[in-house]
């Protein structure tokens, strides 16, 4: 199982960033997906997951980025996405994606967002 | 807004026993399984018990977890310097609907 995160980087308050994970070594499209943050010198935040197609591809998030977060895949690339609008300061930390909604069996790296002016 | 709740830090010498605690509440691990993660610097985390007191394959002997009621524990028997890392219980919360993650205890090797 490999899971590879892109797509973070430094961006203002305000504005958007979209996360990638691409997946590796297993049937992706049979497993949820779910994403978890860690802000710096934090602990672990659970932001979002997304069902497999035969559980209607639901979604689920936290508070803290409800209406604002928006989790997808794409199972014939076998990659999940996080798109992150409206980012906040408090958005700031290394989001990892892992296999499953619970429990998470298996992380990608982080890819790390900073959110700043 | 639920809470899992950890000692911030935890320490003992080569070969001693630590216990780090996790407390909750019923729509947590009141009524769901715990796991336990472990983390070191810079690194994803890596799950390190499931089902309150299952060991992964690969996970040593030496961890082990156990859960009764809201509260749940993990014990590191014959303390290594490898197990230097930070630890999170975490378990579903229904009014979450997801996973919530203990507030972390870092583990020190003296």
């Known amino acids: ?117 | 807004q639920s809470v899992l709740t950890q000692p911030s830090s935890a320490s003992g010498t080569p070969g001693q026993r630590v216990i780090i605690s996790c407390s909750g509440s019923n729509s947590n691990m009141g009524t769901k399984n715990v796991y336990w993660y472990q983390q070191f610097p810079g690194a994803a985390p890596k799950l390190l018990i499931q089902r309150n007191d299952q060991r992964p394959s690969g996970v040593p002997d030496r961890f082990s977890g156990s859960k009764s009621g809201t509260s749940a524990s993990l014990a590191i028997n014959g303390l290594r310097s490898e197990d230097e890392a930070d630890y999170y219980c975490a378990a579903w919360d229904d009014s979450l609907s997801g996973p919530l993650f203990g507030t972390g205890t870092k583990v020190t090797v003296l």
């Open chain 1, 1 to 117: 199982v490999q899971l590879v995160e892109s797509g973070g980087g430094l961006e203002q308050p305000g504005r958007s960033l979209r996360l990638s994970c691409a997946a590796s070594g297993f049937n992706f499209g049979v497993y949820a997906m779910s994403w978890v943050r860690q802000a710096p010198g934090k602990g672990l935040q659970w932001v979002s997951l997304i069902r497999s197609k035969a559980y209607g591809e639901t979604t689920e998030y936290a508070p803290s980025v409800k209406g604002r977060f928006t989790i997808s895949r794409d199972d014939s690339k076998s990659i999940a996405y996080l798109q992150m609008n409206s980012l906040k300061s408090e958005d700031t930390a290394v989001y990892y994606c892992a296999t499953g909604a619970w429990p998470l069996e298996h992380w990608g790296q982080g890819a790390l967002v900073t959110v700043s002016s």
